[in-house]
Structure formats: structure tokens, C-alpha cells
């Protein structure tokens, strides 16, 4: 996942050729994630947010909405059919499950036991 990242790091930093550079620039870039991961309080609520919204949003939505708009002179009925039920779907996914991971958000429902220390193995 970081590696278009890291990618795009080196070429306007110009660090590729040099590696001393481009090892720190990694290394900073997966400390900053840690501590992000690691002062967010719930970041896998924040995450399922995000993955609700976005994820509904780049693979149902806008694919069918663009083939929608680039085809839609050449578009069958059945296509259209296709597309607009797929848009329909994408869209009560969306609402649903943005819904539900905003209720996690504000209503501390984590529905995931944290471990415990004094759990054996």
C-alpha cells in the first residue's frame, strides 16, 4: 500500500539515488504510520469509515456512473439496466454501511474485544 507512496516521495524529494536518503524517508514514513495508528483511539473505526465511504464509492459507484456517461450512446437497454442497478446497489451499500460505521464512531461500539492481559494462551 505505500509503495505508490514512497514511489512519488522519491521523485520529488529526489531521493532514489540515494539510498542513505531514501531508507530514512521510508523509515520516517512507517514511524509516522505508527503513530498515527497508535494515538488515533479507535483507528479501526476510522478505517471502516473511510472504507465505507470510499471503497462504495470507487468500485461501484463511479465505474458505473462513468460507463454510464462515456457510453451512453452505444449503451443497450440491458446495459443501462445493468449499470443503473449496480449504481443502486453501490449507493444503499454506501449509505448503509457509512451509516454503521458512523454509529461505531460515536457509539464506542467496537463490536471487537480488545485482549486481554490476563488472558492465557
Partial sequence: ???PVV???DKKFRSADNVHKSNVMRISLVLTTYIIIAVVPNFSLLMAFVGATCCTLLGF???ALFH???F???LTQREKLWDMAI???GIIGGIISTLDALQR???GDTSVEEPSST???
Fill in 1 to 3: 500500500m505505500m509503495f
Fill in 7 to 9: 514511489k512519488l516521495l
Fill in 61 to 63: 459507484i463511479l465505474p
Fill in 68 to 70: 454510464l456517461k462515456i
Fill in 72 to 74: 451512453k450512446e452505444t
Fill in 87 to 89: 449504481l443502486v446497489i
Fill in 105 to 107: 464512531m460515536f457509539m
Fill in 119 to 121: 488472558q492465557g494462551f
